[in-house]
């Protein structure tokens, strides 16, 4: 059967309606899409809510043992109808083909602060490198070169690699068996299938990224439903044409859903607030639908007051407020942060980057060769200093990357601290940091004090750290 689209679906919902229910799906792509479209297939196959409940088995693909979920597979059931064995995270269709998409993707996932997300994928990547233990992350960022190319199929990546572990710190550890035994198994698996499972038994497998050249995805692609729902994330016309496509997709039934309209010239700022996260979308959607109460459309106005700045713009102002010394200021964005949902981890996160970027550049100005000269304007900055500097280093750092203005507001910042202060307050947010995974204190209690003990006059802070010595 041809591989299905996210648009070509409804030929496969008639087909269930009248009777006719394959006994394996593959679901890979898009994480949220493929999320949806297996609810979907669940609800049609088991239209029955009661029967839903008792009959559909949801398997977390990081937690499984698959030898395990295989024999329930190929076990008649005792209690009636069709049985849903519904496996998210598979990794059967793993292998080094997908370690560069996964490296990528929980690279992205970290720089959006998204560290579930970004600690799940991270751990998928140190499977595939076949290591485990408690300095994994350690052992992979050391290898060598060939050794990395060798266990994970794509050249090692010359970035700083500190992100990895903090994302993997923040995501709890995994279980089941290593992807390195999906070649086996998926062997078991095709012997199962061509044997046949009992009649009313029902794979669903969702996998976000999937080896298309393996052999049991092959086997799939001629022998059950396969539906790709992937998109095309990159920043070229064509991906944001696919990326906006998909997004007003889902805006739209939310609307429909709701019994509501949007005003067209609302549509296109929406999409630039929430970028390309299904999930935002539709939660931002849901929550305009609510905002506007029995009004049947959304406006302009009403997204203005519902949809203000995104996480990152708020963040960076959180962050922005900390570097200028704002107590007031870094309190209040910090309660709208987390009135907004974001979780106190990501907001240590931010600052703990944001306070290296001025260490970094403490220590740039501590320089002789060329020398710095605070207070200065842009210009001189720019054109003098700026360029000097650049000039003088083979590499110029990438925490520094971005527009020279946005490097000089850096500069200006770093200047309102010693090398000390911004030693003292990295030490501070990781103590913050061990506080909220474990000490049970209240979240909020353990940000402001963070807050308190960083942005203390700096004589203050002199006594704390003799203090803590």
């Known amino acids: 059967m041809p591989t299905l689209k996210r648009h070509e679906l409804a030929a496969l ?45 949801g ?14 597979l190929r ?42 997300k970004a600690g799940r994928l991270a751990g998928q990547v140190l499977d595939l490198a076949g290591l485990d233990g408690e300095d994994a992350a350690g052992e992979l960022i050391g290898l060598s070169a060939s050794r990395w190319r060798t266990l994970l199929g794509f050249a090692k990546p010359e970035e700083k690699m500190e992100w990895f572990v903090e994302a993997l710190a923040a995501a709890p550890p995994a279980a089941g068996n290593k992807t390195a035994k999906a070649a086996d198994i998926a062997d ?76 067209p010239r609302a549509l296109p700022l929406l999409l630039d607030r929430v970028g390309f996260h299904p999930v935002a979308a539709v939660m931002e959607t849901e929550k305009l639908c609510l905002s506007v109460g029995d009004a049947p459309n959304i406006t302009i106005d009403d997204l203005e007051a519902m ?23 870094a309190l209040a964005l910090m309660s709208r942060l987390r009135e907004n949902q974001i979780h106190p981890l990501v907001i240590v996160s931010g600052l703990r980057n944001h306070l290296r970027k001025l260490l970094l550049i403490r220590a740039l100005e501590a320089q002789n060769d060329p020398p710095y000269h605070p207070g200065g304007d842009f210009n001189s900055f720019q054109r003098g200093y700026l360029a000097q500097l650049k000039a003088a280093r083979p590499e110029w750092p990438k925490m520094l990357a971005g527009h ?27 103590a913050a940091e061990y506080r909220l995974k474990g000490s049970g204190l209240p979240e909020e209690a353990v940000l402001e004090n963070m807050l308190f003990r960083i942005l203390q006059p700096p ?9 803590r010595q």
């Open 59 to 72: 398997i977390d693909g990081d937690q499984e043992d698959p030898v395990a979920t295989l024999h329930r």
């Open 188 to 263: 078991l698996y095709m012997e199962a299938f061509e044997k046949g499972l009992p009649p009313n038994n029902i794979l669903i497998l969702i996998a976000e990224a999937a080896d298309k050249r393996t052999r049991l995805y092959k086997y799939l692609d001629k022998n059950a439903t396969v539906i790709d729902l992937s998109v095309d994330t990159g920043a070229s016309t064509a991906a944001r044409k696919d990326q906006d496509a998909l997004l007003e997709d889902l805006i739209r039934k939310t609307l429909a859903g709701m019994g509501k309209k949007i005003d």
């Open 307 to 329: 949809i203000g700045r995104t996480r990152e713009e708020a963040l960076f102002a959180f962050t922005e407020a900390v570097a200028t010394r704002n107590l007031d200021g």
């Open 404 to 430: 020279p203005f946005v490097v000089y507001k850096l500069f200006q910042q770093a200047e309102r601290f010693s090398v000390a202060a911004l030693k003292a307050a990295l030490a501070e947010i990781l």
């Open 459 to 467: 004589r203050q802070q002199q006594v704390a750290a003799r203090s």
């Open 75 to 116: 076990t008649f059931s005792m209690l009636p109808g069709r049985q849903l064995f519904r496996i998210m995270d598979t990794r059967l269709f793993y292998s080094k083909e997908v370690a560069k998409t996964l490296w990528e993707k929980a690279k992205q996932a970290h720089e959006k602060k998204e560290l579930k």
């Open 13 to 57: 919902w008639q087909a269930i309606a009248a009777g006719d229910a394959p006994p394996v799906f593959l679901l890979h792509g898009e994480r949220y899409l493929c999320r949806e479209v297996a609810e979907e297939l669940c609800r049609r196959l088991l239209p029955e809510e009661p029967q839903r409940a008792g009959n559909l088995h």
